[in-house]
Each structure stands twice: as C-alpha cells, then as structure tokens.
C-alpha cells in the first residue's frame, strides 16, 4: 500500500499530502445553460443545436451510461436522484447497495444504482468513525459529495435555490438520466469542523476504484487531489485511472485549488482529464454603501438585511494584543477584540483561514456586517457563501477603495444590501484564482490542465446533515447549495463526456478526450480571450484546451487517438519500469519514445534550445472525403512548421500522421526564460480543430 494521503477541502481551506500516513482530499444551474444544453434558455454562450439535433435528446439524457462518484457519500433523499420515469437497471451492472447507519437498499433506486463505502485507511489512523461527525454508510454528512454527483447527473428539478432564494430556477446535471454509483472514500476529519474540509485515504480510494472498475462504471468523477503533485509510482488515482484505462473507463479529476502559484496542478496523468475551474454567467450582487455615497458593488449569497448605516472598521485595528502582525487584517478565531467591534462592520482581507469562519469570528465579536476583501491573488473571483450576518465580498481593487475610505476619514460608515442574482454577467467565463496551474511538473512534455469547466459559485444538492456554511455553529439546513471549487468543475465535464459516451458507445477514453478539448473556447462572451480572475489573458497552464463546450465536442471531425498500449509505451520513458511489469505481458523497447510524442492532442516543450520535432496522428470521424489545411500561431521566438501541411482523407477512420517542427528563433524583443503559449489547428471550413502549445524559452 502506498504511504500517501489526500485531503478534500474547501477552497481557502489547506490541500494536504502526508507522506507518512495516507490521505488525500476533495477540491471544491446555471451551469448547462451557459454551454447551451438547457432547452429554454435562447441567450445561451452557446448555440442550442447541434446539425439540427438537440445533443441532450440525441444523446437520450446520458440514458444506461453509469457514472460512477468517488468522494464524500450521497445524500439519497435529494429530488435530484429521483428515478421517477427511470428504465430498469442496466443489465451490465455489476455493483451492490451497501447497507450501513441510516443507509440501506431502500436508498438505491435507478438513478442511484449502487452506493459503497470504504474505511480501513481511515480506521487505521483515527480508529472507528464517530457517529456524531460521519455515517459509516454511503450517507454524506457534508455535502460535498450530494454536490458532484448532482452536478455530473442529477435529475432536472424545477424551482429550487440556494438557501434566501439565490440562484432560483432549475437544478440539474449534464447528464440527468444516466446512472449514478456512489463510492464513499472520504470522511469528516476528527475533531474539527465539516468546513475544514475531508480526508480520503489512498487505501480507501484505491479500494474504491478497484470496486467501480469491476461493477461496470463508464465514467469515473474524481473531485479529489493533493496539495503537491505526486510522482506516477505515488499517485493512487492515477494507478487506479490507468487500470480502468485498460478497461475504457474515463476519469476525470480536478485539477486542485491550489492556485495562483504555477507547478501546482495534481492528477497529471495523461490518461486522466484534467480540468481547471471557471466562472459562469451569474453574478450575485450586493453593494456595500459607504458613508461619503461612494457605492461599491460586491457580491453574496447572504439574504441578511442592515437596517441603518453603522460604523465601518478595519480587522487590523480592531485586534486582541498578540496576533502576529502579518495575519492582523485576516478575522482569524479569536483574533479580534469584542470591545472594539460590537455594533460595527468589520472589513477582512482573504488569505488565511476559510472566508465563513472569517465572518463566523465578525459575528462572535458582535459586529453587526462583514465585509470580505480579496487578497490580489484573488483578483476579481469572488466566492459567494451565506454566512450568519450581513456580508458582502468585494475583489481586490474594491477592497482597496473601501480600506482607502476608511483610512480618509475620521468615523467612517457604511451599510450593506443583501445580494440578489444577476444573469447575463460579462464577462464570463475568467479563470477562477484557486484553479491550479501548470506547468506539468511530473512531465512538463504533457501540458495540463486539459480544459476549464464552470466550478465558481456553482448551485447544486446538498446533504441536509450539513448546513451551507458547513460550520459547527450554522443551524441551517438547504437542499441547495451553492459551492465553490475545481471539485464543481470535474463533474461538469464528467457529465459531459457521458453523453459523448452514450452518443458514440464505441469511442475510446482518449477520443473523448481529444473531442473536449480540440473544440473547447478560447474566447469569452464579449468575444475577447479567457482572462484570469485579475483581467489579464489567461494562459492554457490555467484552462488547457480552454472551456469545454460539449455540443461541439460530439462532431469534432478529427481525434488525435491512444490506446492502453500507448500510455505503457509512454510510461517506459515517463515513469519507473516497475509500473509496466504490473501490466505483463508489454514490454519496453530498448529505446522508447519522449513523451513527448504520446498522442496527445496539445504539447509542451519545457527547454526549447534546439528544433524538436513532435509526431501526431488524427483519425477522420467528420465527413468521409475531407480535406484539412494547417495553421498556427506559434509563442513569440518561436517557429512551427508541419510536414504534410494538407490531410487529404477519402473515407471515415482513416489516419494519417504529421510532423510538426518546433524551432527557436533570434528576436532580442521576446523574454527568455519563461513559458509562452499558442496553438495550432486543422480546418476543413467546416471543422476547426485546435490544439494549445506551451513553450519554455531559456
């Protein structure tokens, strides 16, 4: 058994690897309207219909493909697993309906068609589960886990919101009538509080995913990573993943919330889509109004009201003698000074600590309003919660106006509205500032991550054991809830690429793949390139391919394909041999291939100080004569050239291979040392299929 450990946090919560024990952790409806798979919405991102043929309705729902959700339990009681209208159980299906504390086979139907938990690992290091912080069942205590198999499949309710009526409308997954099989592998960490987040052993998960390969899923969701990236022969999901690779069982991850910093992105393996996190088009606005009239537009899912104007302070003045100078504007438990803050709004810079415990520590030093402030990491995302008090939160160049206001005057005041939804907002999507990023550390030839999907502010099921702050002291119960995190974002393109499966059943992991991501928009809704969260260009070491726009990605054209075979021969290069003798009878070729050349439909150079030259092969599933013609544009300093730069194909299947040839360039205007980004494409004038570059000039 490996001796790594995951955990399952929330955002501003603490991603942990442990070396010495074994945990990991989860990373945390607009959603399909802004894709354009809701069939009422005409003012989608995305146009509604695919060649005539709405993709929901030729992809049947998702119907008979079984996903299967690793993470925290399930809430079954949600209207979002109803199997109201639902055909028999596939007959394929293998897995059981595990009984346990207030869980039996009653609470599996044929939306839910199997549920499991797993518990050694973690009995191993804490010692029995205790009753009042977890079920020992497949029931969530959390929520997170009700979250990510309802975004990935729920079943379409209407008229439901977040708890003060935010994001009301309808609830449901990308593919609401395929088939959910829940895999509990993550429990609530002893002695502390649900919002601190999971831990989910690399037993338990291994344990996990063993049984989903065997019971039949087609698609595995797997919102879980590590702090730091781990290397293959350490990477529990990854294993597991290349095993149901071997099968042609999708995963996908998330990439983490470990971000803004580079390097940081876990679940690498080219076997595994990885997917960064994103904003919609849905706002929730809620100013802050300031005493000299100044309005500044912040946004929360608070439904709390101010009656008057109150005095206005900053955390940093308002502090018990003793904490430490470089955390004093942070809100941390216990930090500030009752005397000073009772029947004020208090002001808190985001970094440390979870933002609702910041505003839990407001309330308990009796102010009346909290105001969250982003950090610049932050930039303009903002994470929407319903904290105990009247709170808005403002990005990071409001926050310097309102710390501005209050150091210009002598009694500053202000008084904040509760939020209300927007939709429509622009521009959407940016990346989220918590996604993590490339570059690849495990292998900086395979760029990731691979595409972006919405996972900010995202509304869906929620275990009615917990509350939406997660916190000991919230009393609150919703069935909806509204959550933050690249664990949203992985069941989005979970349930997408379950419909790609139920549409063509005979792709293989990696066609769909290359389905994504070759269609996936680089532009957001003002036409303009994807931004980060602080407005400037956002890179493919954020969202990879770009946002994943799934009634493209069902007639992409071409796919750059890859068998089990192809990922061995990858890993005789790109990990230890002992990886491969576990997969007998392959063996290793005296000279194997750089990775560089696995198949993949992007590319990465990460010391570009001669010409390389990379080989690709795409397989025709568009029109059966078509011809393609090649373009790029190349990183700055760099020169591409492919030979052939025309595919002619005559019949549907074909292949045909390319070579292309990637070159540094002399120009004394272009930085060195650093990564620069472009992309290339194949056109038909019908089909335009794209692939992302990074390239690292030293």
Not at 22 to 27: E, F, L, M, R
Not at 167 to 187: D, E, H, Q, V
Not at 587 to 595: A, H, L, R
Request: hydrophobic share 40%; charged share 15%.
């Amino acid at each position: 058994m490996l001796g790594f450990s995951f955990f399952l946090t929330g955002m501003d919560g603490l991603l942990s690897v442990f070396p010495s024990h074994g945990k990991h952790s989860v990373q945390t409806t607009r959603s399909w309207e802004f894709v354009g798979l809701d069939e009422g919405d005409s003012y989608s991102w995305e146009k509604l219909k695919m060649g005539g043929e709405d993709l929901l309705s030729k992809a049947k729902h998702g119907k008979n493909v079984i996903i299967g959700v690793m993470d925290s339990g399930v809430w079954p009681e949600s209207p979002s697993f109803s199997d109201q209208g639902m055909d028999p159980t596939p007959k394929s299906w293998k897995g059981i309906c595990q009984g346990g504390v207030a869980f039996n086979s009653s609470n599996c139907n044929k939306k839910i068609i199997g549920a499991r938990y797993y518990v050694k690992g973690f009995q191993n290091a804490y010692g029995p589960v205790n009753a009042t912080e977890d079920y020992l069942s497949p029931r969530d205590i959390d929520g997170h886990g009700t979250h990510t198999a309802s975004t990935a499949a729920g079943r379409q309710v209407s008229d439901v919101a977040a708890f003060g009526g935010f994001a009301k409308g309808t609830a449901s997954g990308g593919a609401p009538l395929a088939r959910l099989a829940i895999y509990k592998a993550c429990w609530a960490i002893p002695n502390q509080p649900k919002a601190d987040g999971n831990t989910c052993f690399d037993e338990d998960m291994l344990a996990a995913l063993d049984d989903a390969i065997a019971d039949g899923v087609h698609i595995l969701s797997v919102s879980i990573g590590t702090a730091k990236p781990l290397p293959f022969e350490h990477d529990v999901i990854g294993l597991a993943a290349l095993e149901a690779a071997k099968r042609n069982i999708l995963v996908v991850c998330s990439a983490g919330n470990s971000g803004p910093a580079p390097g940081t992105l876990s679940n690498p393996a080219p076997w595994i889509i990885t997917v960064g996190a994103s904003s919609l088009d849905r706002a929730f606005f809620a100013p802050v109004k300031l005493g000299n009239g100044l309005k500044l537009i912040g946004q929360s899912v608070t439904p709390y009201k101010m009656k008057k104007m109150s005095p206005l302070v900053y955390a940093g003045d308002v502090v018990v003698p003793g904490v430490p100078q470089n955390v004093t504007g942070q809100c941390l438990p216990g930090s500030l000074d009752p005397t000073k803050v009772k029947g004020k709004i208090v002001v808190c810079t985001r970094g440390a600590g979870l933002r609702v415990g910041k505003g839990l520590e407001v309330k308990r030093a009796g102010g009346v309003g909290f105001v969250l402030a982003n950090a610049k990491a932050n930039g303009n995302e903002i994470a929407c919660d319903a904290h105990l008090l009247p709170a808005t939160a403002l990005t990071y160049d409001s926050g310097i106006k309102i710390l501005e206001y209050i150091n210009s005057t002598k009694n500053p005041m202000a008084v904040v509205s509760p939020g209300r939804t927007v939709l429509k907002y622009k521009p959407a999507p940016f990346m989220a500032g918590f996604t993590s990023r490339g570059p690849n550390v495990v292998d900086p030839n395979i760029l990731k991550p691979d595409i972006t999907a919405p996972g900010l502010n995202i509304l869906a099921a929620w275990s009615e054991a917990s509350s939406p702050s997660k916190l000991p002291e919230d009393k609150r119960s919703v069935k909806y809830n509204i959550y933050s995190g690249t664990s949203m974002s992985c069941p989005h393109v979970s349930g997408a690429a379950a419909l790609l499966k139920a549409i063509h059943p005979d792709w293989s992991i990696a066609a769909i793949k290359s389905a994504l991501m070759t269609t996936a928009a680089i532009a957001n809704s003002l036409g303009r390139a994807i931004t980060d969260a602080g407005g400037n260009n956002a890179t493919p070491f954020q969202f990879g391919a770009g946002h994943f726009r799934p009634i493209k990605a069902a007639d992409p054209g071409l796919i750059y394909d890859a068998s089990y075979d192809d990922y061995l021969l990858y890993l005789c290069t790109a990990g230890p041999k002992s990886l491969i003798e576990l997969s007998s009878p392959f063996k290793c070729p005296p000279n194997p291939p750089s990775t560089l050349n696995l198949n993949y439909p992007s590319f990465a150079i990460p010391n570009l100080n001669t010409t390389v030259t990379i080989t690709r092969t795409v397989t025709n599933i568009g029109r059966p004569k078509s011809t393609y013609f090649f373009s790029a544009k190349p990183p700055p300093g760099v020169h591409v050239k492919v030979s052939p730069s025309i595919l002619q194909f005559k019949r549907i299947g074909e292949k045909l291979s390319f070579n292309i040839t990637v070159s540094p360039i002399y120009d004394p205007t272009v930085k060195k040392s650093e990564y620069g980004f472009g992309w290339y494409s194949w056109d038909d004038r019908y089909y335009h299929v794209r692939s992302p570059m990074a390239v690292y000039l030293p």
